[in-house]
């Protein structure tokens, strides 16, 4: 394996949705054609004795796994939602609720860690919501779902304990970035 294809595999783990061939070149410093070029090296390594594919659409990419692990992946989630939420799985939930709506990428940034199986668990039981970025369309934004709210017994995020405090807190942290960048 080259090592942009293993850069690929790498980045496409992590991210885990669709990522645009554009992208990839500018993270790997070459052209999209080159990024094209090695994901499509990687999809036929991975063919054989691997649990995982890449799937183009529309000038992205994605690395998922093959059809025929679907139904022990299913039983693996299946099992996620009957046990009780791990901790990982309400930090995540607590970022996301007083964040919210935010990115992946910023649920990482905070937690240092991959959170793609935490936010799809929180998805499937219902605990959060996924929408389009607007200002990003390749991004989805996490927020908490109404499911969650009734749950808690409250009409609105705003109810949270120590929601002001919490948002103030990110608006400085957000103005901290900006005047560094």
Excluded: C, H
């Excluded at 070149?25 to 036929?44: N, R």
């Excluded at 139904?71 to 799985?89: C, D, F, G, N, Q």
């Amino acid at each position: 394996m080259s090592e942009s294809e293993a850069k690929i595999e790498a980045l496409l783990f992590v991210y885990g949705e669709p990522l645009a061939f554009k992208r990839l070149a500018e993270i790997l410093e070459i052209t999209p054609a080159e990024a094209e070029e090695a994901a499509k090296l990687l999809g036929e390594k991975l063919e054989n004795g691997s649990g995982l594919k890449i799937i183009f659409e529309g000038g992205r990419v994605q690395l998922v796994t093959k059809p025929e692990y679907g139904s022990l992946v299913e039983k693996l989630v299946r099992e996620e939602t009957r046990e009780e939420l791990s901790p990982a799985s309400l930090e995540t939930l607590a970022i996301v609720s007083y964040l919210g709506p935010v990115a992946r990428s910023t649920i990482e940034y905070i937690r240092g860690v991959n959170s793609s199986f935490i936010l799809r668990s929180l998805l499937i039981r219902g605990l959060v919501e996924r929408m389009s970025d607007p200002r990003r369309t390749n991004v989805y934004l996490y927020k908490p779902s109404f499911d969650l709210l009734k749950f808690f017994g409250i009409g609105a995020v705003e109810e949270l304990p120590e929601f002001g405090k919490f948002r103030e807190l990110d608006k400085m942290f957000e103005s901290n970035e900006k005047t560094q960048s």
